[in-house]
């Protein structure tokens, strides 16, 4: 990565981290986009160079989280199906992460009791079925347009869904993919 690329970087990293803090310390609603610039030592129309809206402060990991979710079904171990790949990565991803750390679980519990990020980070996250389904075909040696791909790809990313709000958040993750095994196994048994 050159200079140029090193700059942009930071400062997206700068402007994220400032915007984080200030949600986290005030509450969403209470922070504006001149606030979040001030803290960062930029222009609002630098902001926005980075970050569309508001609500992506928060989320500007998402072509990261793709990366992860589609090497889950690309580089599963040896045997191992596609559905139980995708189990495990979304207990790891979407469930003990949320779970293992102080900071993720004020990040998770800023973006469930803001109506507006909890909304966008559900979009942003199904943004990425049509290329998880494309995976998930591409696996199974399916055609990429094969509407049970589409589906799983949709319910393997609505499953976390399913512990919103729960302690037994686990157990619940585990139960939706084991509803989603019984119904894909019966479609594509070696899959």
Request: proline content about 3%; hydrophobic content about 45%; aromatic content about 6%.
């Amino acid at each position: 990565m050159g200079r140029r690329e090193r700059k942009k970087a930071a400062t997206r990293q700068s402007l994220a981290d400032a915007a984080l803090c200030l949600f986290l310390e005030r509450g969403y609603d209470q922070v504006g986009i001149r606030d979040i610039a001030d803290a960062a030592d930029v222009s609002t129309t630098t902001l926005f160079k980075h970050f569309p809206v508001k609500e992506a402060l928060v989320f500007d990991e998402d072509a990261e989280q793709e990366s992860r979710l589609l090497a889950a079904v690309r580089e599963r171990h040896q045997g191992q199906s596609v559905l139980t790949a995708l189990r495990e990565h979304a207990l790891r991803y979407r469930v003990e992460a949320a779970d293992g750390e102080a900071d993720f679980a004020a990040f998770a519990a800023l973006v469930e009791s803001t109506p507006a990020l909890r909304d966008y980070a559900q979009n942003m996250w199904l943004r990425h079925e049509t290329a998880l389904a494309h995976a998930i075909a591409e696996a199974t040696g399916v055609p990429a347009d094969d509407p049970h791909c589409a589906a799983l790809a949709h319910f393997v990313l609505e499953a976390p869904r399913t512990a919103r709000g729960h302690a037994d958040r686990h157990e619940r993750v585990s139960r939706a993919f084991d509803l989603l095994g019984r119904g894909w196994n019966s479609i594509n048994p070696s899959a």
